[in-house]
């Protein structure tokens, strides 16, 4: 799952070295901003069945690829 996650998150954030540093803070570096971080989870959702509602976390919860992998495996265990 960490795999298509971090592919994922290499598509919306359209750079490749995501996989190279997986604390890099996507917000800090703009890879993500307020429309693309939207644009993940809706493909989170669409390609893992993993729902995340924004209401429900922070930038801060989901500003590395890190924590965007714990947070969607821990997701996906819930289901």
Do not use: H, W, Y
């Amino acid at each position: 799952m960490k795999e298509k996650i971090l592919d994922i998150i290499e598509k919306v954030c359209e750079d490749d070295g995501i996989r190279e540093d997986l604390t890099i803070n996507l917000f800090e570096e703009d890879l993500l901003d307020s429309l693309s971080f939207v644009e993940l989870l809706v493909e989170l959702e669409d390609n893992l069945g993993v729902v995340i509602s924004p209401s429900e976390v922070t930038r801060e919860d989901m500003d590395t690829p890190e924590k965007i992998i714990a947070l969607v495996e821990a997701k996906a265990q819930e289901k």
